[in-house]
């Protein structure tokens, strides 16, 4: 009952037949990054994939308008590179999620609180529902 790895590589290609990275970076635009677009393009099609989705880091302290142009040349040159190749570019990006966050906990704490008081305003009544169901235990 045990398969071969080619078989398995087989069956793995025919279930997914595109080999897409979701998250790239790119250099200068990301400074986690130390690979130029072109190189990205080369790297990615040697290695068999699809596409790419690069995905620079979209945070960005000081001029924001120069980083913005920035991360629009790397992606534009990534995908320019990639055309050698026959290999797909999307445009993608990595945000904070500070906000949504902060959001969630405020809605947390807001349904807590009501819950809280609809318990206080209701203890008389769950007292005596708790009593008569351990009485009929």
Not at 30 to 52: R, T
Not at 104 to 120: E, K, P, Q
């Amino acid at each position: 009952v045990f398969m071969q790895i080619s078989d398995i590589k087989q069956d793995l290609q025919a279930a997914y037949p595109y080999r897409i990275e979701l998250h790239a970076h790119t250099s200068p635009a990301s400074a986690c990054s130390e690979i130029l677009p072109h190189k990205m393009a080369e790297i990615y099609a040697s290695l068999g994939f699809d596409a790419v989705v690069i995905t620079n880091h979209f945070r960005h302290e000081g001029e924001k308008k120069a980083y913005i142009e920035q991360y629009v040349m790397d992606y534009e040159m990534t995908k320019a590179a990639a055309e050698a190749y026959g290999l797909t570019v999307l445009f993608g990006a990595v945000v904070s999620t500070d906000s949504v966050w902060a959001a969630a906990d405020l809605s947390i704490g807001v349904m807590t609180s009501i819950n809280l008081s609809a318990l206080l305003l209701m203890s008389r009544e769950v007292k005596e529902e708790t009593e008569n169901y351990l009485e009929r235990l």
